[in-house]
Structure formats: C-alpha cells, structure tokens
C-alpha cells in the first residue's frame, strides 16, 4: 500500500470506535490523516465534547509533522517545552502532544498517515488507535520503546 485511501480511513475511524466501545471508554472523536497531513475522514461519537475534533486532528498532525507518535510529543513537551511551543507557532498551534496521535505504517514500514483520538485518557486513546491499525493488518507507530 503506498497511500492511504478514504475506504482504508472510514475503516480505520469505525474500528477505532469499536474499539472504544469495547472498553466502555467516554466518546471519542477519531481523526485519520494521509500522509501530508490532510483529513481524510472524522468521527465524532454522541456525548464528545467540542472541542474534541481539534484535538484529534491537532495529535495526529503533530505525529505526521515530526515523523512519531504523540507519546514522544508528550515526552519532548516535558523535556523541551520551548521547542514545542516553537513548533505550535509554527504550526499555527495544530500539535498537541499527547499520546493518542500514531503513525500508519504500511507493512513495508513506510508512513502513510496517522490516526489522532481524543476523548478519554490520553493512553485509551492511543489503545483505540492501536486496536484500529492493527485491525487493518497496517503497523502503528505510537512512538513506545521508539
């Protein structure tokens, strides 16, 4: 697979809630993006709250402009907080790190976009991503043990 399509990231935005719902999380909102960053399809579950789409998007853009997961965000956040609030001025403030945001790899290893979920805990978040990747036989990158 050498882009990511609409079908694979509807697929991907339906699994991820599956998912949530499988652990009873609180309403998600799932962003997936290609690999250039555009929004290829949102989901946002009943009970979300409003700001919950840019948040989503705003993980999974950050991960697709630094080439990792949003965990490793976070990390960067902690230990280099003027680099991140750089980037936010560049990025016209669309990262948010904090995990939730993770890498689509083709099983090659080649990034072709990201998924970003925000709703419950940063860490539900990211599992639903996961859960959501894996689902479609693809690799995620949330940046763990990266």
Do not use: Y
Not at 60 to 84: C, V
Not at 93 to 112: E, K, N, W
């Amino acid at each position: 697979m050498s882009a990511l399509t609409l079908k694979v990231a509807v697929s991907l935005t339906g699994q991820a809630i599956h998912a949530g719902r499988q652990i009873a999380a609180a309403p998600l909102t799932v962003a997936v993006l290609d690999a250039g960053g555009h929004l290829l399809s949102l989901q946002r579950e009943d009970g979300a709250s409003l700001l919950r789409p840019q948040i989503a998007i705003g993980k999974a853009w950050g991960a697709i402009a630094l080439g990792k997961g949003s965990r490793l965000l976070a990390l960067d956040a902690q230990q280099r907080p003027a680099f991140i609030a750089a980037l936010n001025s560049l990025g016209q403030g669309s990262v948010v790190p904090a995990p939730g945001g993770v890498l689509i790899r083709d099983p090659q290893g080649t990034v072709i976009g990201a998924i970003g979920i925000s709703g419950d805990t940063s860490d539900i978040d990211e599992q639903c991503a996961i859960s959501a990747i894996e689902a479609q036989g693809l690799r995620a990158d949330a940046g763990v043990g990266a």
